[in-house]
């Protein structure tokens, strides 16, 4: 019971470090669609929150070919019993993650792999950087999440068939709703679900094991097969018509040879330690001192896990941790739009990967201390990443967002179909994508819930181009007019860093010649329509939006 229970205390303390992001936990971009689409049913009754889990079930959400409708339900059940609550959320990735570390632990040390290797896996798998994104993206991305955790419960109770060499019935029926609750999870895992178990029977066990693991295989193949037959009829007339179907999928030698290059490119940025590093481990202290304190805390608890008996199989555990890496990374080995996000399902197999050099000082008792040392430090570098990410992408990300919400909740007078001009919001701060004003629908969701108002539109920028004052923002640009002006709304940045409104728009008309056009709620300034020069502005420069001059390819000034 110890050599179980001490690793699950470890890795809740290790998650602890999470908690940096606490009072700062938001959601993000496609989050603000999942909550907007769960509320559908708030303060109606049961028909209606009925109605909302069927859209689900029919892809309604996305209105494409996805199969994890289950993560939705889980999704849409925390929203209604805690409304709005991205803490609630982030918590529960943070826990469902830790627990999943503990799993794999249990897993590798019932395979045979040396205890305290499993434990060091484990604690490198609650950090590692590759982990991240899912846990801080918590409505959209937790279809990342779930399923793992649920895979590697399948392969815990796969293997105890195999020990025991004999497919009971209640294991089967157990084999069979683990199968389906992978499969209806994430769609990320499907590789790993279909070919985990042949894989980790073949690297761990004999023939005689290797044969019973067949009948297992061939019940979870018929599980999958069975399921996906019967998921598109069951969805009925709800099914996505075709052209709303994304082809995300790209079988060419060029897209596999791209997206080796991004995951390359990627994993190198993710290290913290060079001039184009998402973050910088050693950009302040905080993160070093926390990485020091982990892997004290880490070699202080492995040390007291006591070995397995017997030998290590550390190249078994290496072949099984290279060959799952490559199930885990078949998903997105052809995937159009690879992101940081899509890590999440190789990380356990990178860790323990990465620690496997440790096992190689825990064979002689000269070296344990070194072993463990090893995977400890690995650890404390893992958590000085994890807090240097969180500092300096996420939380100034949620910080910014929270600026745009005070400012945009201050609005008056706001009405459906309305454009909100928001200058100078990042669009990516390292690891963590835009929170709310980036891109449609989200940012109109976004302010739906803050304000109240349905339909808003939105744009990063007004500009000049070629004497035309026009609205920008990443997919589009279109021209706009004194009247609708005189109907819109600027939030722009202030010196000390948040936002405030603008009462009036500066048309340069003439070089140094400007026209004031009112915006909504302002009147019309006391020159009327007549130019004024810049001298002449400045008293009303705190209250005035100057358009950028826009350049066809040269678009980093307007925080692109």
């Not at 936990?25 to 009925?50: I, K, N, S």
């Not at 004290?296 to 078994?316: E, H, K, N, Q, Y």
């Not at 420069?541 to 001059?549: R, V």
Request: aromatic share 14%; net charge positive; hydrophobic share 50%.
């Amino acid at each position: 019971m110890k050599q179980k229970l001490l690793p699950l205390l470890g890795f809740l303390l290790l998650a602890s470090v999470y908690l940096v992001y606490w009072n700062d936990a938001e959601y993000v971009v496609d989050d603000w669609l999942h909550f907007d689409f769960y509320r559908q049913a708030e303060g109606a009754g049961l028909r209606e929150h009925l109605h909302v889990l069927k859209l689900l079930f029919d892809n309604q959400l996305y209105r494409g070919v996805q199969v994890f409708w289950l993560s939705h339900w889980i999704n849409c059940f925390l929203v209604w019993i805690f409304g709005y609550a991205p803490k609630i959320a982030f918590g529960l990735m943070v826990l469902l993650h830790a627990l999943s570390a503990w799993l794999f632990y249990l897993l590798l040390a019932r395979l045979g792999v040396n205890r305290r290797i499993a434990f060091l896996a484990g604690a490198g798998l609650v950090l590692i950087p590759t982990a991240h994104g899912p846990l801080f993206w918590p409505l959209n991305c937790s279809f990342f999440v779930w399923p793992m955790f649920f895979l590697v419960i399948y392969l815990l109770q796969a293997l105890q068939v195999l020990e025991e060499d004999r497919l009971r019935r209640g294991a089967a029926v157990k084999l069979v709703l683990l199968t389906l609750l992978t499969l209806f999870a994430g769609s990320p895992a499907f590789a790993l679900l279909v070919l985990s178990l042949p894989w980790m029977a073949w690297c761990f066990f004999g023939r005689q094991r290797i044969r019973m693991a067949l009948p297992v295989t061939a019940l979870n193949w018929a599980v999958v097969a069975i399921a996906l037959l019967l998921y598109p009829p069951l969805q009925g007339h709800n099914r996505p018509p075709k052209q709303l179907r994304e082809q995300r999928y790209f079988y060419t030698y060029e897209k596999f040879s791209v997206n080796l290059s991004v995951t390359r490119m990627h994993l190198v940025n993710l290290t913290g330690l060079t001039t184009r590093s998402y973050y910088h481990v050693l950009r302040s202290p905080s993160p070093a001192v926390v990485g020091l304190l982990v892997a004290l805390l880490v070699f202080l608890m492995a040390w007291r896990i006591d070995p397995s008996p017997g030998p290590s199989r550390l190249f078994r555990a290496g072949i099984f941790a290279a060959g799952m890496w490559v199930l885990a990374y078949l998903p997105i080995m052809f995937l159009h739009t690879k992101t940081l996000r899509h890590y999440y399902t190789f990380s356990p197999f990178l860790s323990l990967l990465v620690v496997l050099p440790a096992g190689v000082g825990l064979t002689s008792n000269s070296g344990r201390a070194w072993g463990v040392a090893w995977g400890a430090v690995l650890c404390g570098y893992f958590a000085a990443c994890t807090v240097a990410e969180t500092r300096q992408c996420w939380i100034p990300q949620s910080r910014h967002t929270q600026l745009v919400k005070h400012a945009l909740a201050g609005l008056k007078n706001l009405s459906p179909g309305e454009w909100v001009i928001v200058p100078g919001v990042p669009l990516v701060v390292g690891t963590a994508p835009y929170f709310s004003i980036g891109g449609a629908p989200y940012d109109a969701l976004f302010a739906k819930y803050v304000t109240g108002v349905p339909n808003l539109k939105f744009a990063r920028e007004i500009v000049l181009e070629n004497g035309r004052l026009r609205f920008f923002h990443r997919y589009f640009m279109k021209d706009t007019s004194p009247e609708e002006l005189h109907r819109s709304h600027v939030l722009a940045p202030d010196p000390d860093g948040g936002y405030s409104a603008r009462r009036y728009v500066a048309y340069e008309r003439e070089p140094d010649r400007f026209q004031l056009l009112p915006l909504k709620g302002s009147d019309p300034p006391a020159s009327g329509g007549g130019l004024l020069t810049r001298d002449q502005l400045r008293p009303l420069e705190k209250e005035i939006q100057f358009p950028k001059p826009f350049q066809h390819g040269h678009i980093e000034y307007l925080h692109y």
